[in-house]
């Protein structure tokens, strides 16, 4: 089975800066998408980055403030926001599409990280 291990989460005022982190482990032979999604309270889940390697996709309520990239070497992969407003609050969940051995595919969640957008 494969783990993922969120971690970069907290309160942040306007305007500010955070990085997330997501560290996969375990069985990976080959990762496919990857992506971060948040959920604000009283809302459904949404995407905020995906992507593909060749294809990358962001909400258009954090392009341009919001990246997503990784470290392959590490099996990490990182978002970075920043500009963050109010809205961006919510509890983020980091998405990996893992292939564990040829011909055995499967999707997994992070536990889910915080961020605390306020004065």
């Known amino acids: 089975q494969v783990k993922l291990v969120e971690s970069g989460g907290g309160l942040v005022q306007p305007g500010g800066s955070l990085r997330l982190s997501c560290a996969a482990s375990?069985?990976?032979?080959?990762?496919?998408?990857v992506g971060w999604y948040r959920q604000a309270p009283g809302k459904q889940r949404e995407l905020v980055a995906a992507t593909s390697g060749s294809r990358t996709n962001y909400a258009d309520s954090v392009k341009g403030r919001f990246t997503i990239f990784g470290d392959n070497a590490k099996n990490t992969i990182y978002l970075q926001m920043n500009s963050l407003k109010p809205e961006d609050t919510g509890v983020y969940y980091c998405y990996e599409d893992i292939v564990n051995r040829p011909g055995l595919r499967n999707d997994y969640w992070g536990q889910g990280t915080q961020v605390t957008v306020s004065s």
């Open positions: 375990g069985s990976i032979f080959a990762i496919n998408t």
